[in-house]
């Protein structure tokens, strides 16, 4: 009986003392709202305004350009919302097909982009791609992961 209790009365005050703990973090959590924004910022998981805003800035981009850069990555958005919705698909077919429309996005955008621009947006490619890897080298099974 006296074992029985003692083992209540410790259970009992782990709860008191942890739950104090987790309540903080849950409400703390709604106070972390920006860095879940820029952690969406940093995997380019923004508004496409804003991302062709973003882009309009780095490349110098005119109106024009900019409203057609806006235009690829809002139906790159449409597109990637459509296959993460798409049930049938397997993890391997979705992020395949995800692939294939960030690549085809990708090359609209160079296209609408003068020579030295195109030049700029190649080294920000390919910046982005090496911290890809870098990101799925340290992903639990991120070694397994298929090459890009």
Same mark, same amino acid.
């Given at each position: 009986?006296?074992?029985?209790?003692?083992?209540?009365?410790?259970? !009992? !005050?782990?709860?008191?003392?942890?739950?104090?703990? @987790?309540? +903080?973090?849950?409400?703390? /959590?709604? =106070?972390?709202?920006?860095?879940?924004?820029e952690? @969406?910022? @940093?995997?380019?998981?923004? =508004?496409? +305004?804003? #991302? @062709? +805003?973003?882009?309009?800035?780095?490349l110098?981009?005119n109106?024009?350009?900019q /409203?057609?850069?806006?235009?690829?990555?809002?139906?790159?958005? /449409?597109?990637? $919302?459509?296959?993460? *919705?798409?049930?049938?698909? *397997?993890?391997e077919? #979705? #992020?395949?097909?995800?692939?294939?429309?960030?690549?085809? *996005?990708? =090359?609209?955008i160079?296209?609408?982009?003068?020579?030295?621009?195109?030049?700029?947006?190649?080294?920000?490619?390919a910046?982005?791609?090496?911290?890809? $890897?870098?990101?799925?080298?340290? +992903?639990?099974?991120?070694? /397994?992961?298929?090459?890009q």
């Amino acid at each position: 009986m006296l074992k029985h209790s003692l083992i209540v009365i410790t259970v !009992a !005050a782990f709860l008191y003392m942890v739950l104090p703990c @987790a309540v +903080a973090q849950q409400t703390g /959590s709604s =106070d972390q709202q920006p860095a879940t924004s820029e952690h @969406a910022h @940093a995997h380019g998981h923004m =508004d496409p +305004a804003q #991302r @062709a +805003a973003m882009l309009g800035k780095q490349l110098n981009l005119n109106s024009d350009q900019q /409203s057609k850069v806006e235009d690829i990555l809002k139906s790159e958005q /449409s597109q990637i $919302e459509g296959v993460h *919705s798409d049930t049938s698909l *397997s993890k391997e077919d #979705r #992020r395949s097909k995800m692939m294939d429309i960030h690549k085809s *996005s990708s =090359d609209q955008i160079r296209g609408l982009l003068d020579p030295e621009q195109q030049k700029k947006w190649d080294e920000m490619q390919a910046k982005h791609q090496q911290m890809q $890897e870098h990101h799925h080298q340290q +992903a639990p099974g991120g070694a /397994s992961s298929s090459p890009q």
